[in-house]
């Protein structure tokens, strides 16, 4: 159990979408911020990390969405960096309603990546003290994505300046936009989603185009939407979606 | 002069840019957000409008930018709807840092749309009344933009999902990302603007390619940008940026 820390939030419009429902993409801005601040105040900012050559890289996301909160709300958001091991940190995510519902729930794996090398660095114990994380033997494996077959769509985006952040890459709240924003608008706003598991697989860079495709799969039991985003021909980001019924 | 209205905002990483400051397209939002609480609280909220078939549209911008407000800072958004003609509400909003300092400024000009027409609505009293906006006959001449003459580059965007917001059309905040992002990177990275002009000329929907064009002006006295956004081969917002020398 690592340290929790929680920070509350009041939605303004422009963080919904045309039905006044927070957008994927600012839902994951808000949780990856939340924890920015926890590591400034403990002492292990990003540019603390910087010193050390390193950087935070989020290669996984499972994501249980109950209910989307929408403009106007005030919620809090929590998170807390359960535990690591050699090479990867497990930090969970959730976002409560006034009345203590939970809405979200998200799991995440993080690494350290070496800015010399671009490649997976071990965890420095001294780094992730400050969070009182567990550290742990084991590798947890991720839930599995549907595999892809067919795109039953795609759309081309060129990687834009407004998509960079302070770390001079693509945010990864913008990969969320590609992956949604390639559905059909009617489909956006009768659908709200219920699950959705990512992998980051590489690095866009500004400038590239990446081409994002979808999979519709239609079951009894479930409605879901497979998801490719590649750029320079190489798989960038992976997602299967489950939408509520 | 109109009722002042303000609310406090600490700015978030995830509303700057690479270089850590308030992005303008974010800086639309944030002014425009503070004029939408400040119309709900005095009853007179979009919904409110609406109910008379009626919709705010945004027609002109004047920005003198003092300084960028960067990630971490706690600013004062303050709005001012200061006067009213029979078509057009000349609105005003600033931004004020912790030390009370102004670091931008901006004049902008409001209409009301008939949404059966799809035309310009005479401004009607009574929606003016609680923010005790002066009534005045003149119609004030927007500061004239530099001419167009010929683009020194031009990029295509398509409408997203997450540029439309609860008013079904492209969010105003929106064009600025397209004007620039245009530019080059280096060229963002280095300069600030210290004053644009814009007018918006023609809505933009769902699924539209647009054009966003520049051509740079460098003279002795100011370095300048001057800024065409088309779709469907007509005009829909045209803008001249000053940048600090």
């Not at 340290?3 to 939605?11: L, S």
């Not at 949780?31 to 601040?37: N, P, Q, R």
């Not at 780094?127 to 567990?134: D, G």
């Not at 690095?203 to 998801?227: D, I, N, P």
């Amino acid at each position: 159990m690592g340290k929790k820390f929680r920070e509350t939030h009041t939605i303004p419009f422009y963080e919904c979408d045309a039905k006044r429902r927070l957008t994927i993409p600012t839902l994951i801005k808000l949780a990856v911020s939340c924890s920015t601040v926890q590591s400034e105040q403990l002492g292990v900012s990003e540019e603390d990390v910087e010193k050390l050559g390193l950087g935070w890289i989020i290669t996984h996301y499972e994501i249980t969405i109950s209910r989307l909160p929408e403009q106007g709300e005030t919620v809090t958001v929590q998170t807390e960096a359960e535990s690591y091991n050699k090479f990867f940190c497990y930090r969970n995510f959730w976002i409560f309603d006034e009345s203590g519902a939970e809405c979200v729930f998200i799991e995440s794996v993080f690494a350290l990546m070496d800015f010399e090398t671009r490649k997976i660095a071990s965890v420095r114990d001294e780094v992730l003290a400050p969070f009182e994380s567990e550290k742990i033997k084991k590798i947890k494996r991720p839930t599995p994505l549907l595999p892809f077959e067919k795109a039953t769509e795609s759309k081309d985006y060129r990687v834009r300046f407004y998509d960079l952040d302070a770390n001079q890459h693509v945010n990864n709240a913008v990969y969320f936009s590609w992956l949604f924003d390639v559905l059909d608008r009617s489909f956006l706003e009768e659908h709200v989603p219920e699950k959705i598991v990512l992998n980051f697989n590489k690095e866009v860079r500004y400038g590239e185009m990446v081409v994002s495709e979808y999979e519709l799969v239609e079951e009894v039991e479930f409605l879901a939407t497979k998801h490719q985003v590649n750029s320079q021909d190489q798989l960038s980001c992976e997602a299967t979606i489950y939408w509520q019924k």
